[in-house]
C-alpha cells in the first residue's frame, strides 16, 4: 500500500491522536502495542509522527487490522477513524489501496456496505453530491448481488492518479448475466429492477465496466472522480 | 449484527398517516411496511400519507420503487400521498439515474406535506359544496 505526498501538514506529533482513535476499538495497552508493531514494522521507531512516517505507520496499522478485527463493521469503523485523524494531520491518501473487503451475504450487509462508500468518499474529500451518488450506485451493485447471486463482496479503494477519487469493485460467482448488453441498454425494461438498477450506477459512475461469465459470476467495477 | 427486523412506524396525525422510512431497508421489512400501511388505512379512515425520506441518506432504485408502490397502492384505496424531505443530493441523483416518481405528490417538508393534504381536502369540500349548491 503506497501512500501520495501529504498536501497539507501540521507540524505536531500525530501520535497520540492515532493511539485515541485506536482506543475506540481496542483497550488501552492492545492500542500502545498495535502502534508499536506498526512503527516497528514501518521503520519509523522513533520521532515524531508526521507527514510520510506517519503514512507508512498507518498504512502498517490498517493492514494489521484484518487480523484483530473480524468483524468488516468494527474493522470498517476504526479504519474510518485512523483515516481522520490521517488527514488531519496532514498525512495521506491512497494512491491504489484495497483497504476494505465487504462481503456480503444477505440484505442486512448493505448498510455496511453503503457505509464504507460514505467513508472513502468522505477520505477523498468528495462533495456531498458525490457521496450520495456513489452510496447510490454501490447499493445497486450491492442489492444486485444479494438479490441474484445471494452473496458476494465489494471491494472498496481509494486513489489519487490521475485525480482522486474511489474505486468500488462489486464480485460475485453467481449465475451471472446471460445478455449484459441487453440488459444495459435503456429500452429493457425488467420486472425484477435489475436493469434499472445497473444502468442507475452507470449512469452515476464516471468510469463502468461489466464483466459476466455466464454460469461464473460477474464483475462490476466503478470509479467516481471527485 | 442484530438480526430483528424492526417495524416503521406509523404515526397517526388528523386523518393523516405518517411514515418516516428509515435507511437500510430490505425486501422484508418493504413487504412489512405495505402491509401495515394498507391494514392501517382499510382499519382506520384516514384520509392522507405521508412519506418522510429525510432520514435516508440515499435512496436507490429499490427504495424509490418502494416508496413508489407504496404511494400508488394508498392512491388505489382512495388516500392521497404525499413524499416529502427528499434532500437536493437525492433529488439530483435520482434524475441522473432516470428515475422519477410519477404521479406523486411530493413536499419539501413535513410542514408543506400537511398543508397539501389539508388543501387538498378543502378542495374537495368545496367541490361537494359548490355540487350541492347546483
Same mark, same amino acid.
Given at each position: 500500500m503506497s501512500y501520495a505526498a501529504p498536501t497539507q501538514s501540521k507540524p505536531n506529533d500525530a501520535a497520540p491522536a492515532v493511539l485515541a482513535a485506536l482506543e475506540l476499538t481496542f483497550s488501552r495497552a492492545l492500542a500502545n502495542t498495535l502502534l508499536m508493531v506498526a512503527r516497528q514494522r514501518s521503520n519509523e521507531n522513533a520521532g515524531q509522527l508526521s507527514g510520510p512516517k506517519l503514512s507508512s505507520v498507518l498504512a502498517a496499522l490498517e493492514g494489521s487490522l484484518g487480523a484483530y478485527l473480524a468483524d468488516a463493521e468494527k474493522r470498517l469503523r476504526c479504519v474510518s477513524a485512523l483515516q481522520r485523524v490521517g488527514a488531519e494531520y496532514g498525512a495521506l491518501l491512497a494512491t491504489?489501496?484495497? @483497504?476494505w473487503v465487504i462481503l456480503l451475504?444477505?440484505?442486512?450487509d448493505l448498510p455496511v456496505v453503503t457505509e464504507a462508500a460514505r467513508t472513502c468518499a468522505q477520505h477523498t474529500g468528495m462533495s456531498v453530491l458525490g457521496q450520495t451518488k456513489l452510496m447510490t450506485a454501490t447499493a445497486e451493485l450491492a442489492r444486485n448481488i444479494v438479490q441474484y447471486a445471494g452473496s458476494g463482496e465489494v471491494h472498496f479503494a481509494t486513489f489519487a492518479t490521475p485525480s482522486r477519487g474511489v474505486l468500488v469493485v462489486a464480485i460475485d460467482r453467481g449465475p451471472?448475466? @446471460?445478455?449484459v448488453e441487453k440488459v444495459m441498454s435503456p429500452k429493457y425494461v425488467s420486472k425484477t429492477g435489475m436493469g434499472i438498477g445497473l444502468q442507475g450506477a452507470k449512469r452515476l459512475a464516471d468510469e463502468f465496466t461489466i464483466e459476466c461469465k455466464p454460469g461464473k459470476g460477474t464483475t462490476v467495477r466503478l470509479r467516481k472522480y471527485v | 449484527m442484530i438480526a430483528v427486523e424492526y417495524a416503521t412506524p406509523i404515526i397517526r396525525l388528523y386523518d393523516n398517516f405518517i411514515v418516516a422510512l428509515q435507511g437500510g431497508m430490505s425486501d422484508a421489512s418493504v413487504d412489512r411496511l405495505r402491509a401495515d400501511v394498507t391494514e392501517r388505512i382499510g382499519n382506520q379512515t384516514a384520509r392522507g400519507l405521508i412519506l418522510d425520506?429525510?432520514?435516508?441518506?440515499y435512496m436507490d432504485s429499490f427504495v424509490t420503487r418502494a416508496v413508489r408502490d407504496l404511494a400508488v397502492i394508498a392512491r388505489l384505496m382512495g388516500v392521497t400521498t404525499v413524499v416529502c424531505g427528499l434532500s437536493p443530493e437525492i433529488a439530483i441523483t435520482l434524475i441522473d439515474m432516470g428515475l422519477e416518481l410519477p404521479g406523486v405528490m411530493t413536499a419539501l417538508n413535513m410542514e408543506r406535506a400537511l398543508e397539501a393534504l389539508f388543501r387538498a381536502r378543502e378542495q374537495d369540500a368545496n367541490e361537494l359544496r359548490s355540487s350541492d349548491a347546483i
Amino acid at each position: 500500500m503506497s501512500y501520495a505526498a501529504p498536501t497539507q501538514s501540521k507540524p505536531n506529533d500525530a501520535a497520540p491522536a492515532v493511539l485515541a482513535a485506536l482506543e475506540l476499538t481496542f483497550s488501552r495497552a492492545l492500542a500502545n502495542t498495535l502502534l508499536m508493531v506498526a512503527r516497528q514494522r514501518s521503520n519509523e521507531n522513533a520521532g515524531q509522527l508526521s507527514g510520510p512516517k506517519l503514512s507508512s505507520v498507518l498504512a502498517a496499522l490498517e493492514g494489521s487490522l484484518g487480523a484483530y478485527l473480524a468483524d468488516a463493521e468494527k474493522r470498517l469503523r476504526c479504519v474510518s477513524a485512523l483515516q481522520r485523524v490521517g488527514a488531519e494531520y496532514g498525512a495521506l491518501l491512497a494512491t491504489e489501496s484495497v @483497504p476494505w473487503v465487504i462481503l456480503l451475504g444477505s440484505e442486512r450487509d448493505l448498510p455496511v456496505v453503503t457505509e464504507a462508500a460514505r467513508t472513502c468518499a468522505q477520505h477523498t474529500g468528495m462533495s456531498v453530491l458525490g457521496q450520495t451518488k456513489l452510496m447510490t450506485a454501490t447499493a445497486e451493485l450491492a442489492r444486485n448481488i444479494v438479490q441474484y447471486a445471494g452473496s458476494g463482496e465489494v471491494h472498496f479503494a481509494t486513489f489519487a492518479t490521475p485525480s482522486r477519487g474511489v474505486l468500488v469493485v462489486a464480485i460475485d460467482r453467481g449465475p451471472g448475466i @446471460p445478455d449484459v448488453e441487453k440488459v444495459m441498454s435503456p429500452k429493457y425494461v425488467s420486472k425484477t429492477g435489475m436493469g434499472i438498477g445497473l444502468q442507475g450506477a452507470k449512469r452515476l459512475a464516471d468510469e463502468f465496466t461489466i464483466e459476466c461469465k455466464p454460469g461464473k459470476g460477474t464483475t462490476v467495477r466503478l470509479r467516481k472522480y471527485v | 449484527m442484530i438480526a430483528v427486523e424492526y417495524a416503521t412506524p406509523i404515526i397517526r396525525l388528523y386523518d393523516n398517516f405518517i411514515v418516516a422510512l428509515q435507511g437500510g431497508m430490505s425486501d422484508a421489512s418493504v413487504d412489512r411496511l405495505r402491509a401495515d400501511v394498507t391494514e392501517r388505512i382499510g382499519n382506520q379512515t384516514a384520509r392522507g400519507l405521508i412519506l418522510d425520506v429525510s432520514a435516508l441518506a440515499y435512496m436507490d432504485s429499490f427504495v424509490t420503487r418502494a416508496v413508489r408502490d407504496l404511494a400508488v397502492i394508498a392512491r388505489l384505496m382512495g388516500v392521497t400521498t404525499v413524499v416529502c424531505g427528499l434532500s437536493p443530493e437525492i433529488a439530483i441523483t435520482l434524475i441522473d439515474m432516470g428515475l422519477e416518481l410519477p404521479g406523486v405528490m411530493t413536499a419539501l417538508n413535513m410542514e408543506r406535506a400537511l398543508e397539501a393534504l389539508f388543501r387538498a381536502r378543502e378542495q374537495d369540500a368545496n367541490e361537494l359544496r359548490s355540487s350541492d349548491a347546483i
